[in-house]
């Protein structure tokens, strides 16, 4: 009677190899051995100066003396050692990209210092900004941000565009009085004095 519980137990193990399924052996300490690698890379998104990318965070651009040239003439303001064409590069390694937004504090205007830009403190400008992947758009008074997104992966490498500054001179010479003298009394559209506005170009990581 012992013999009966014995031969099922081994026909139930006979008929479970046939059906494919393999016993398991447990692992012998040292046979394998896994190395799971990992690594990080950095979030890098921004805009950077072409010339001195480290330290560079910003540019003195001048327009000169707006008071001898006439309003009819556009003149380039130029950045010392730089140009009237400042090199910026864009680069950004997220997924997502970038928005960009260019700004303007006093609206597109160049205040003279200590107003509020009235009539005969504020002179008018224009920016432009050269570049591939939506980076260009064409010369414009900035009343308004200017906001674009920027996804490319040309921006591993970073991509380069240029930003430009004009405005017009204000020596009015259409006002111009002559005498029958000879001589004349030249009139300007702006008060003497200096001039100045913000220009800030951001990007915010999407």
Excluded: W
Excluded at 75 to 89: C, M
Excluded at 146 to 151: G, K
Aim: with cysteine.
């Amino acid at each position: 009677m012992r013999l009966t519980p014995i031969l099922l137990g081994i026909a139930f193990t006979t008929s479970a190899l046939a059906e494919g399924v393999t016993p398991v052996v447990p692992a012998i300490p040292g046979a394998q051995m896994d190395f799971n690698l990992t690594a990080e890379v950095t979030g890098i998104c921004g805009v950077y100066s072409v010339t001195n990318a480290s330290t560079t965070t910003s540019f003195d651009v001048d327009f000169g003396d707006l008071g001898v040239v006439p309003t009819t003439t556009f003149v380039e303001a130029e950045a010392p050692g730089v140009g009237t064409d400042v090199p910026l590069s864009y680069t950004c390694n997220l997924v997502g990209g970038f928005s960009r937004t260019v700004t303007s504090d006093n609206g597109g205007y160049l205040f003279r210092e200590g107003t509020t830009g009235g009539t005969g403190d504020k002179i008018a400008y224009q920016m432009a900004h050269s570049g591939d992947n939506g980076l260009s758009f064409a010369y414009q008074q900035l009343v308004s941000p200017v906001v674009t997104d920027h996804v490319n992966v040309a921006f591993l490498d970073g991509e380069v565009g240029s930003v430009s500054f004009r405005a017009n001179g204000v020596l009015n010479l259409a006002g111009v009085e002559s005498f029958s003298t000879g001589g004349t009394v030249p009139h300007t559209t702006a008060y003497a004095g200096d001039y100045a506005d913000k220009v800030t170009i951001a990007i915010t990581a999407n």
